[in-house]
């Protein structure tokens, strides 16, 4: 067993304010994607000005939040929030949805190609390429935090988390997800990418439905690895709420290849 390495989830505290590891990973995700979308510009694959590019930013903090949010109410914990309506406002208290999140920031995103005329999946493969260091950086934030912790094992590298109440050895499933949903899933998009562009054969939608499919098929797998959330428990005696969103994230993403698979393959100008 690996013993949990004690880090406050605070980089600073002064009284009753504090700046949290957790809010600054999510920062930093903004701050690389933001760096992610210039050069997806630069090579001519973001067709959008400086302003609008940050404006996109906006647009999916909002989405996100909005997402995140209702999919968790709706989905996570519904009972609870009908006992308690105006608790469903306090996102401070904790309970978001990464599924929720994803699908409020694909909503944002044809608002934001409707407003700035630019196709759809274009935009959203921006969005998807941008998502693995944020997604490493949020599982990350989960970790130190010791929250969303895996189901007990007999592992070698098992933790024993501070927030568990049982203080049984546990899979470190954040770390996993991280490292998997995040870095190696963004490592393929960006080799998908490199490989039909150099094949010339490029088409806005490949990342996403790409994204789609490999988030779905990554996250079913290492479920079976976290704690499924209290109230819920499993379905069918062994799925999980995340796992049966998934079965929609890869089912939506074949949906995306099959509705591209007429579209004219992207022409880059010099």
């Known amino acids: 067993m690996v013993q949990y390495p004690k880090i406050s989830p605070d980089i600073i505290r002064v009284g009753n304010f504090a700046i949290r590891w957790y809010s600054m990973m999510y920062l930093l995700a903004y701050v690389i994607g933001y760096q992610i979308l210039k050069r997806r510009r630069d090579k001519k694959l973001f067709n959008v000005s400086t302003e609008g590019m940050e404006n996109f930013i906006s647009y999916l903090v909002i989405g996100m939040l ?52 630019t196709g759809f999946f274009e935009v959203t493969d ?38 568990d109440d ?27 990418q490199k490989y039909f562009l150099k094949k010339k054969q490029f088409k806005n939608g490949y990342l996403s439905g790409s994204f789609l499919i490999g988030y779905g098929i990554i996250r079913f797998l290492i479920e079976f690895t976290r704690e499924p959330d209290a109230q819920l428990g499993f379905f069918f005696s062994w799925l999980t709420m995340g796992q049966l969103l998934c079965v929609l994230m890869i089912l939506g993403g074949l949906f995306v290849f099959w509705k591209i698979k007429n579209d004219k393959v992207v022409k880059l100008s010099s």
């Open 126 to 163: 921006s969005l998807v390429i941008c998502a693995g260091p944020g997604l490493f950086l949020g599982r990350i934030g989960n970790f130190i935090n010791a929250e969303l912790y895996g189901r007990q094992t007999d592992l070698p590298w098992a933790m024993i988390f501070p927030t």
């Open 66 to 117: 909005l997402g995140a949010r209702t999919f968790y109410v709706l989905f996570y914990n519904l009972e609870y929030y009908i006992q308690n309506p105006a608790e469903a406002f306090m996102i401070w208290h904790g309970g978001l949805s990464f599924h929720g999140a994803a699908f409020g920031m694909t909503v944002a995103s044809w608002f934001f190609a409707k407003k700035y005329k």
């Open 166 to 192: 049982k203080q049984l050895p546990r899979h470190p499933s954040q770390l996993y997800q991280g490292f998997t949903e995040g870095l190696l899933l963004w490592f393929l998009l960006n080799m998908i």
